[in-house]
C-alpha cells in the first residue's frame, strides 16, 4: 500500500503499539485481551467504515454492543468515544501526511467548538433522560435517515460540486454552528455523530464533494471523540473497566483500519464512492432507484426494527419457536443435534430435554395408523430454515449459548430465516408483477398493501416459526419463473419452477393448487396453450423438470422412513377434510376467524381480479381462490386453532396480489375514484396494523371471537384491555353441569393474625367494605392484594386427583376507574412453583364505578406432580386509581364425566 510510512502517522502507531505492549505485559492482561476477541473483529470493520466514509467506527461498534451483545448503551458509546480517540487520530494523521484534501479552518474550528458545547449539553441534559431502548431506535434512525439523504441529494449523477466553501452570508455560519451542536449532541448520545451530520449538511447544503467531506468529517470526529473520552475518563469518571479491556483489544487493529480506509477512498472516482457510502448507510444505490425498490427497502426496515426492538430486546419475547413452528423446526435439532428422529429428546423426564417450551412433543406428535410415533409436519420448513440453524450453531459454540437447538441464537435463527425468505419472495413478487405489464409505482403501493395491509406481516415478524412466511416465499418464487417460462419459453425457467413447486409440496403439500393459478399469469387461452405444446414437444427437458419436482418429495420419504420404518404414511391419522361440509361462510365472514373480516384488503385484491380486461385471468383467479377457500374451509378444524385470521391463505398472497395491483392499476387510473379507493386502503393498512398489535398483546383474542367482543375492542390499543378475552373465557367463568360443591374456603380480612392466612399486605380499616371494618386495598404503591388459599388435597379430599375438580374464586370488588387494568387472579401452584393461572379483567363485570360488584370465575384444576398442590386467589392491579376487594371464596367443585367432543 505505501512505498513509504507517512511520519506522523508512524510516529503515533510505533508509540501506540509500544504503550499497548507494555500495558498487556506487564499487568499480564493478555488472557483478557484475547477473550475479548470479539471487539477486534467489529472494529476490524468498523475502523475501517470510520477512515474510508463519513461514519465513525461506532457506526458498527455501537449495533453489535448493544444489539448482539447486548451490553448498555453506555458502556457502548464510552468504548465507541475510546476506539475512536485512537483510530480517528492515525486516519486524521494519515490524512495529514498525505495531504488528502480536506475543507479549511473556517469550517473545522467553528464546527468543533460548537461541537464540544453540544457534546456537554448533551452529556448533562439528554444522555441521561433517554432510555436505552430509545437510544437503540435513535440510532437506526440515524443510520437510515443518512443514507436516505444521501440518495435524495444525489438523484442526478451529474450534479455540480465543489471542494471550497464560500461562506458569503450570516445563514451559512449559522448552518455550520447548529450542524456542529446537533452533532455534539447525537455523539454525547452514541458516541458518534458529528461525522455523520456535518457530511451530510456540507454535501446537501454546500455542495461540497464527498471526497472533501469524508476526509473532513474524519477531522471532526478525531477532536470530538478525544474530548469526549477525557471527559468521561476524569471529569464525569464513569469509564467501566470492560470498556478498558475493550479497548485493548480493539485499539491496535483500530489504528491499523482506518488509516487503510482513509487511503482506500482517494483510489475511488467520486461517483463510485458515493455509491459506496450509501451502501455503508443503508444500502441504498443511486443507480436507476425504483419506487417499487425503495418500497422493498423500506419494508426491510420496519422489519430489521421488529427484530432488533421488539423479537430481540432484553424486555421482549424472545421465544419463537412455538406452537406448530415447533414441530416444522424440530427436524433440525433431532436430525443435526440429538440423532433422535423418534424425538425422545422432547419427552418428559428426558435428561436431554431442552429447557425450552419449544420442545415439547404434545406440539408436533402424533401416531400413525400402526400406533408409531411421528412428526405429523413435513419438512420442507426445516430446510428452509437450514442455512440458519447452521449459522445459530457456530454462534451457540462461539459465545458459550447451550447448543440445544432452542436457546437465544436458534430463536435469533427463525426470526432472521422468516424475513430474508419474505423478503426474496417480495423481491420475485416484484419482479413477477413488473414482467405482467405493471408500472413500477403500482408495484410498490401492491407491495406496500400486501405486507402492511394483511396478516403476512403478522406471520413475519410475531410467529416467523410457522410455515406460512416460508410457502409464500416459494409460491412468489415459483409464479415468478411459471411466467418467465411460459413467456419466454426457456428451458431453464421450466425446470426450476418444477423444483419449486416440489419445495412448496414439502412445505405443506395442499399448497399444491397454485398449478390452477397457472393460466392466470399469461393474457390469453392461445397463449398458455401454445407454450404447454412448446414444452410436450421437449421429453428431455419435461422428464428433468419431473425429475427435479420428485427430488424434494424424496427427502420428506427419507424423514418418513427414519421416523417410522416406512417410505410413505400418513401422519395425520385423526385429522383431515370433510368435503361434504365445508365452513365457507364462516371461513370468509364470520367474526370468529373470517378472512375479509381481518384481512378486508383480500377482497380489494379480488375485485381487481374481477375488473381485469384478460378474462382468463379473471376466470382462472376466481376458480383457484374459490377452490382454494372450499379446500381450507373443509378442514376438520377450519379456524386452524390460535390463529390471526385466516392463516392458510397466506401461503398464497403471492399469486392474489396479482389481483391487488389491478386494483391499484384501476383505481390510479380514474381521478373520481382515486382519492376515495386511497383512503380505504389507507385505513385498511391501518386497521391490519391495529389487530395486529391487539392479537400480540391479547386484545384480540386468538380464538372464540365474536361480533359483541369485536365491537369493544375495536381499534382499542390502550394496556388495560390486554388479555381482556382469554379464548376459553366462557368455558372458564361456569362449571359444568352437575357439579357437586366439596369444600368451601372464605376471607372477609376481619380474621386476625392467628388464622391459617399468612399474607396480610394491603389490608386497611374504615375504606369502602362490604361488611365488618376491614377490606384489601391496591393503589400505586401495592400491586395485589392479600391472597386466599387452599391445598388441593384439603379440598378435594383426593391427592391423587383422579376426576373431573374444579376450583371457582369469587371475590366482592370496587373500581374507581375506567381506566383500571384490575384482574381477579386464581393461580395452581404445585410446591411452590406456578403451573397454570388465569386472570379476568375486572372492568368488563363493573358496570358501574363506585359501587361493589361480585366477580367469578372457574377453571379445571391441573393435575399437579406432588402433593403440595394449592389453589390461590388475589386480586391484581398495575393501572391507575384505587381498587379495593372483600370477601373472597374458593370453592371445591367434582364435576361428572364429559363426554368426549366429536
Not at 646 to 673: C, E, N
Not at 705 to 727: Q, S, V
Not at 755 to 768: A, Q
Amino acid at each position: 500500500m505505501l512505498k513509504q510510512l507517512p511520519p506522523r502517522y508512524s510516529i503515533f502507531f510505533g508509540a501506540v503499539i509500544a504503550c499497548w505492549l507494555i500495558i498487556v505485559f506487564s499487568q499480564d492482561l493478555w488472557s483478557e485481551v484475547a477473550s475479548r476477541y470479539v471487539y477486534s473483529i467489529t472494529m476490524f470493520f468498523g475502523s475501517f467504515i470510520a477512515g474510508a466514509s463519513s461514519e465513525g467506527g461506532g457506526a458498527v461498534a455501537f449495533p453489535v454492543m448493544t444489539l448482539i451483545l447486548h451490553l448498555a448503551p453506555s458502556l457502548a458509546r464510552n468504548f465507541s468515544l475510546g476506539c475512536q480517540s485512537f483510530g480517528m487520530v492515525s486516519a486524521s494523521l494519515f490524512i495529514a501526511d498525505k495531504r488528502i484534501p480536506i475543507l479549511g479552518r473556517s469550517v473545522i474550528v467553528p464546527v468543533v467548538l460548537t461541537g464540544i458545547i453540544g457534546f456537554l449539553l448533551g452529556t448533562y441534559f439528554v444522555a441521561p433522560e433517554l432510555p436505552p431502548k430509545t437510544t437503540k431506535l435513535f440510532f437506526v434512525s440515524l443510520w437510515l435517515s443518512f443514507g436516505a439523504a444521501l440518495w435524495w441529494i444525489n438523484k442526478n449523477g451529474n450534479k455540480t460540486v465543489r471542494a471550497e466553501i464560500e461562506l458569503k452570508q450570516k445563514l451559512d455560519y449559522i448552518v455550520l454552528i447548529l450542524a456542529g451542536m446537533v452533532g455534539g449532541i447525537i455523539t454525547s448520545v452514541l458516541g458518534n455523530g458529528i461525522d455523520i451530520f456535518t457530511f451530510c449538511f456540507l454535501i446537501m447544503y454546500f455542495n461540497i464533494d464527498e471526497k472533501v467531506a469524508t476526509p473532513t468529517s474524519v477531522i471532526l470526529m478525531s477532536v470530538l471523540t478525544v474530548f469526549g473520552f477525557l471527559w468521561h475518563a476524569f471529569v464525569i469518571q464513569d469509564i467501566e473497566q470492560e470498556v478498558y479491556y475493550a479497548l485493548l483489544a480493539a485499539v491496535p487493529v483500530a489504528i491499523c483500519m482506518a488509516p487503510l480506509g482513509a487511503w482506500v477512498i482517494t483510489k475511488f472516482k467520486r461517483l463510485h464512492f458515493r455509491e459506496v457510502i450509501q451502501l455503508t448507510s443503508s444500502g441504498i444505490q443511486s443507480v436507476s432507484i425504483r419506487w417499487s425498490f425503495i418500497t422493498l427497502w423500506l419494508l426491510s426496515a420496519i422489519m430489521l426494527w421488529n427484530l432488533l426492538y421488539v423479537r430481540l430486546d432484553e424486555d421482549g419475547k424472545k421465544s419463537v419457536i412455538l406452537s406448530d413452528g415447533a414441530g416444522y423446526y424440530a427436524y433440525l435439532p433431532a436430525y443435526f443435534i440429538y440423532d433422535d428422529l423418534q424425538f425422545e429428546f422432547t419427552r418428559p423426564n428426558n435428561k436431554k430435554r431442552p429447557d425450552s417450551e419449544s420442545a415439547r412433543d404434545y406440539f408436533f406428535m402424533n401416531r400413525t395408523a400402526e400406533g408409531k410415533p411421528i412428526n405429523k409436519y413435513f419438512v420442507g420448513t426445516a430446510v428452509a430454515q437450514l442455512a440458519f440453524f447452521t449459522g445459530a450453531l457456530w454462534v451457540a459454540n462461539l459465545f458459550d449459548y447451550p447448543v440445544d437447538g432452542y436457546s437465544f441464537p436458534f430463536q435469533c435463527s427463525v426470526a432472521i430465516a422468516a424475513i430474508f425468505w419474505v423478503l426474496l419472495g417480495l423481491v420475485r413478487l416484484r419482479q413477477l408483477l413488473k414482467n405482467m405489464g405493471f408500472r413500477d409505482h403500482h408495484v410498490a403501493l401492491t407491495l406496500l398493501l400486501l405486507f402492511l395491509g394483511t396478516n403476512l406481516y403478522h406471520y413475519t415478524l410475531n410467529e416467523p416459526a410457522m410455515s406460512h412466511v416460508y410457502s409464500f416465499a416459494f409460491i412468489s418464487m415459483f409464479l415468478y419463473r411459471a411466467q418467465r417460462a411460459l413467456n419466454t419459453k426457456t428451458n431453464k425457467d421450466f425446470i426450476i419452477a418444477a423444483l419449486l413447486l416440489g419445495m412448496i409440496v414439502l412445505i405443506r403439500p395442499v399448497n399444491a393448487l397454485i398449478v390452477l393459478f397457472i393460466p392466470a399469469l399469461v393474457e390469453t387461452s392461445s397463449g398458455l396453450i401454445f407454450s404447454i405444446l412448446h414444452f410436450l414437444k421437449k421429453p428431455k427437458v419435461l422428464a428433468t423438470a419431473v425429475i427435479m419436482g420428485c427430488l424434494p418429495l424424496l427427502l420428506q420419504s427419507y424423514m418418513w422412513h427414519l421416523m417410522v420404518d416406512a417410505w410413505i404414511t400418513d401422519g395425520y391419522i385423526g385429522e383431515t377434510f370433510d368435503f361434504k361440509d365445508p365452513h365457507l361462510i364462516d371461513f370468509l365472514v364470520s367474526w370468529r376467524k373470517g378472512w375479509w373480516i381481518y384481512t378486508p384488503v383480500m377482497l380489494v385484491a379480488l375485485i381487481g381480479f374481477i375488473s381485469s380486461r384478460f378474462k382468463l385471468r379473471t376466470v382462472t383467479a376466481i376458480t383457484f381462490i374459490g377452490t382454494l377457500v372450499y379446500v381450507a374451509s373443509s378442514w376438520g378444524s377450519w379456524t386452524y386453532g390460535g390463529s390471526f385470521g385466516s392463516r392458510p391463505l397466506v401461503d398464497h398472497y403471492g399469486a392474489i396480489a396479482i389481483g391487488l395491483a389491478g386494483m391499484v392499476r384501476f383505481t390510479t387510473r380514474w381521478k373520481l375514484v382515486f382519492v376515495p379507493t386511497a383512503i380505504i386502503l389507507a385505513f385498511l393498512v391501518f386497521l391490519n396494523l391495529v389487530q395486529t398489535y391487539q392479537f400480540h398483546v391479547g386484545i384480540l383474542p386468538y380464538e372464540q371471537m365474536t361480533k359483541a367482543k369485536y365491537e369493544k375492542i375495536f381499534l382499542k390499543t390502550h394496556r388495560i384491555y390486554h388479555g381482556i378475552y382469554p379464548p376459553d373465557a366462557e368455558k372458564f367463568r361456569s362449571l359444568p353441569e352437575g357439579a357437586v360443591k366439596l369444600n368451601e374456603y372464605t376471607r372477609t380480612f376481619e380474621e386476625d393474625s392467628s388464622t391459617r392466612y399468612h399474607t396480610w399486605f394491603s389490608v386497611e380499616k374504615n375504606l369502602p367494605r362490604t361488611s365488618g371494618n376491614f377490606s384489601a386495598h391496591i393503589d400505586d404503591s401495592t400491586k395485589a392484594t392479600a391472597n386466599l388459599w387452599a391445598w388441593f388435597y384439603e379440598g378435594t379430599n383426593d391427592s391423587t386427583l383422579e376426576g373431573n375438580y374444579w376450583v371457582t374464586a369469587e371475590a366482592k370488588v370496587y373500581l374507581t376507574t375506567e381506566r383500571s387494568d384490575a384482574y381477579l387472579a386464581l393461580a395452581f401452584k404445585d410446591n411452590a412453583i406456578v403451573i397454570d393461572w388465569q386472570a379476568e379483567p375486572l372492568l368488563w363485570h363493573c358496570e358501574g364505578l363506585h359501587q361493589w360488584h361480585t366477580v367469578k370465575i372457574a377453571r379445571k384444576i391441573p393435575k399437579p406432580k406432588t402433593d403440595l398442590g394449592e389453589a390461590v386467589m388475589l386480586v391484581i392491579h398495575h393501572g391507575p386509581g384505587d381498587v379495593y376487594a372483600d370477601d373472597f371464596k374458593l370453592t371445591f367443585w367434582k364435576a361428572p364425566p364429559q363426554k368426549n367432543a366429536k
